[in-house]
């Protein structure tokens, strides 16, 4: 999988969160995926994470204090249907009354050993979910343009050159000839947007994103334009990008 995995631990105990966070990078890193794992403590957090951040996979404590009834994850669920959800407790028989949310998977916080299986079984399941052909063919002054729209994070220019700067190399390689407002034009509808002048962003990569500045998932912050106009249009296009992947 190219694009990186968004990952969510939510578990009041933080030594807990700690150890799964470890032991979920194990299997990534054994599989060689990218990805972003983030710690949150309490159901406000997650709530309010989740919010302003696309999440690929929850791994939540059902056990913690403010989780009411499942309540919460029925929410999440509603809102982001393509949410994956793992429940993690100490207690067994919360097992049987998780499975009214159609969890991923269910696991005991002391005995991790599922946690391999489960993750492995959904992270093929994701891989399969996006493995459809995302190179865009575009010609630009005359001449053929391969991109492949799930490597690319953005694309900045210099003279007359437009680089790309991909997930393997963010210091931008393969330059070639054009003009930033020609690709602009044939790639807008691939889910880019153009941040400020020389800054064509894919929005897959975003991070966070507010009225001074864009966060990529590696990171990378990118200052926004100052036009009011261009933010609020900047912000719609972002947030059709959000709704379409719901």
Do not use: W
């Amino acid at each position: 999988m190219n694009i990186p995995l968004n990952i969510v631990i939510c578990d009041d105990d933080k030594k807990s969160a700690a150890i799964i966070n470890k032991k979920v990078v194990e299997v990534l890193t054994k599989s060689n995926y990218k990805y972003n794992i983030v710690e949150v403590y309490s159901s406000d957090e997650l709530l309010e994470y989740c919010e302003t951040t696309n999440t690929d996979i929850l791994l939540v404590d059902v056990d913690m204090p403010g989780m009411n009834e499942f309540e919460e994850i029925i929410t999440l669920q509603e809102t982001y249907p393509k949410l994956e959800v793992i429940f993690m407790s100490k207690r067994r028989e919360l097992a049987y009354h998780s499975y009214e949310c159609h969890p991923f998977g269910f696991m005991l916080k002391n005995d991790l050993t599922r946690l391999d299986r489960i993750m492995t079984q959904l992270i093929e399941k994701l891989t399969k979910k996006n493995s459809t052909n995302n190179i865009l063919q575009i010609q630009i002054e005359n001449k053929d343009v391969e991109i492949d729209v799930t490597k690319i994070l953005y694309f900045t220019t210099s003279k007359n050159y437009i680089i790309p700067h991909s997930i393997s190399n963010d210091n931008g390689e393969n330059a070639f000839r054009g003009t930033m407002k020609e690709l602009y034009e044939k790639i807008q509808s691939e889910h880019f947007v153009l941040v400020k002048k020389g800054h064509i962003i894919n929005c897959r990569y975003i991070k966070k994103m507010d009225s001074k500045s864009v966060k990529l998932t590696n990171d990378k912050i990118i200052s926004m334009t100052r036009d009011s106009e261009q933010q609020t249009e900047i912000k719609k296009i972002y947030g059709k990008f959000v709704r379409e992947q719901l």
